[in-house]
């Protein structure tokens, strides 16, 4: 079965760095979009960035734009997320997300795999 599966959260302090990976297997990661999202306490899950399955192309949310890097590994079948200058407004849990097609999306909707998240804590 499909299984993604986020490492590499944790506590920082603002204004710290964390890289948080992705781990897929079950699918065939080459024809797969890959994306990250968060959600904060008593928020909606919300779109952080995407990537397209040659990593040629990705998208940003405004609020992340310029920190955050998002980047593949097809050899490793892998998403990363490189997240700079943390701010505690960054603070949820992380998951990554497969969507069938290879391309980019910012629709949570449209995704056809979730992995089960990893907390990340910014303190002020």
């Known amino acids: 079965q499909v299984q993604l599966v986020e490492s590499g959260g944790g506590l920082v302090q603002a204004g710290g760095s964390l890289r948080l990976s992705c781990a897929a297997s079950?699918?065939?990661?080459?024809?797969?979009?890959m994306g990250w999202f968060r959600q904060a306490p008593g928020k909606e899950r919300e779109f952080v960035a995407t990537i397209n399955w040659y990593g040629s192309i990705t998208y940003y949310a405004d609020s992340v734009k310029g920190r955050f890097t998002i980047s593949r590994d097809n050899a490793e079948n892998t998403v990363y997320l490189q997240m700079n200058n943390l701010r505690p407004e960054d603070t949820g849990v992380y998951s990554c997300?497969?969507?069938?097609?290879?391309?980019?999306?910012?629709?949570?909707?449209?995704?056809?795999?979730w992995g089960q998240g990893t907390q990340v804590t910014v303190s002020s």
């Open positions: 079950g699918l065939r990661f080459r024809s797969y979009g």
């Open positions: 997300a497969a969507v069938a097609g290879g391309g980019t999306q910012t629709a949570k909707y449209e995704y056809n795999y």
